[in-house]
């Protein structure tokens, strides 16, 4: 699975746009899309899904980096990540999967993003 989708999460820098609409996959459709794109081997890079699962991700990083400059500016963040906080496809996945599978339907790809934020770079610990 990481070959397949080890281009999908790329580094977001602090300034990065957000799209409207990405992130808001649920946990479990985003998960079996997945699953279906690994049992496709390399031919998986030429399905729709593959770009639209990259899509969610790097939406919903996006995202939350714009949601985090206000909180910055009001002196609250949620997470003190660097500048570019590269997340790889291993992370994104054991992020996901690590919800309980009666809330992955409930729960979106955006709060998984940001929840994996707020795990790998709290503030005050860097």
Avoid: W
């Avoid at 940001?114 to 709290?122: M, N, S």
């Amino acid at each position: 699975m990481a070959a397949l989708l080890g281009i999908m999460v790329t580094p977001v820098t602090a300034d990065a746009q957000v799209t409207g609409g990405v992130g808001a996959m649920s946990i479990a459709t985003f998960l079996a899309k997945a699953d279906a794109l690994r049992a496709k081997g390399p031919f998986a890079l030429m399905s729709g899904d593959y770009k639209l699962l990259k899509a969610e991700v790097t939406g919903a990083a996006q995202a939350y980096r714009a949601r985090l400059k206000g909180e910055q500016a009001a002196g609250r963040p949620s997470s003190c990540p660097p500048p570019r906080a590269p997340f790889n496809s291993d992370d994104v996945m054991a992020q996901m999967r690590s919800y309980p599978v009666a809330a992955r339907g409930q729960t979106s790809v955006a709060t998984a993003v940001a929840e994996l934020f707020h795990a790998r770079y709290p503030c005050g610990a860097r």
